[in-house]
T-cell receptor, first 116, second 111 residues
Framework: GAGVSQSPSNKVTEKGKDVELRCDPISGHTALYWYRQRLGQGLEFLIYFQGNSAPDKSGLPSDRFSAERTGESVSTLTIQRTQQEDSAVYLCASSPSPLPGAYEQYFGPGTRLTVT | DQQVKQNSPSLSVQEGRISILNCDYT??????FLWYKKYPAEGPTFLIS?????DKNEDGRFTVFLNKSAKHLSLHIVPSQPGDSAVYFCAASANDYKLSFGAGTTVTVRA
């Protein structure tokens, strides 16, 4: 069975450009999460989707960041007017249920974003 | 504000010996704890978890210990094998969807 996939695996962009990162969760998983990992730091929660709605966007660092999910499947994380501090690995995870006590989160391989 | 801390960025251990990874947390609302393992160019994979109602959970070579009063947990790997070389993340949850992660400990198992 397919795991969580993310594309692109690597993205280099110039400061000020917009980027779109894609996540394909495991089929049937209702919960989807985006995290960011900066160099030498732990994973930082960005946003959580339950189905197609995002009840918690509290982790998004600024209004340049947005995310959507369609068809209870694919999710896209968009970063507008990228800045150098946006450089990080962006990880997507999914789970059958939002409760970590019931199910662990399954992670994709991440997208390494470099803003020059 | 780092609520989960892994103070040892790296650990080197000889094959066959015990690896002990430590994790401290500050949020007393955390009630579920997980360890994830990550190889280069891959996403983290779930390893083992423990609920706050327990103080120990064992799965094969992996055992997690929880000391709630000290807000401390540890992961023991016995015996360590070369395939255990990876980055290990400690994570915690306050009974909701949000996981707070530590910065990770890189384990190197020497032959």
């Amino acid at each position: 069975g397919a795991g969580v996939s993310q594309s692109p695996s690597n993205k280099v962009t110039e400061k000020g450009k917009d980027v779109e990162l894609r996540c394909d969760p495991i089929s049937g998983h209702t919960a989807l999460y985006w995290y960011r990992q900066r160099l030498g730091q732990g994973l930082e929660f960005l946003i959580y989707f339950q189905g197609n709605s995002a009840p918690d966007k509290s982790g998004l660092p600024s209004d340049r960041f947005s995310a959507e999910r369609t068809g209870e499947s694919v999710s896209t994380l968009t970063i507008q007017r990228t800045q150098q501090e946006d450089s990080a690995v962006y990880l997507c995870a999914s789970s059958p249920s939002p409760l970590p006590g019931a199910y662990e989160q399954y992670f994709g391989p991440g997208t390494r974003l470099t803003v020059t | 504000d780092q609520q989960v801390k892994q103070n040892s960025p790296s650990l080197s251990v000889q094959e066959g010996r015990i690896s002990i990874l430590n994790c401290d947390y500050t949020n007393s609302m955390f009630d579920y704890f997980l360890w994830y393992k990550k190889y280069p160019a891959e996403g983290p994979t779930f390893l083992i978890s423990i609920s706050s109602i327990k103080d120990k959970n064992e799965d094969g070579r992996f055992t997690v210990f929880l000391n709630k009063s000290a807000k401390h947990l540890s992961l023991h790997i016995v015996p360590s094998q070369p395939g255990d070389s990876a980055v290990y993340f400690c994570a915690a949850s306050a009974n909701d969807y949000k996981l707070s992660f530590g910065a990770g400990t890189t384990v190197t198992v020497r032959a």
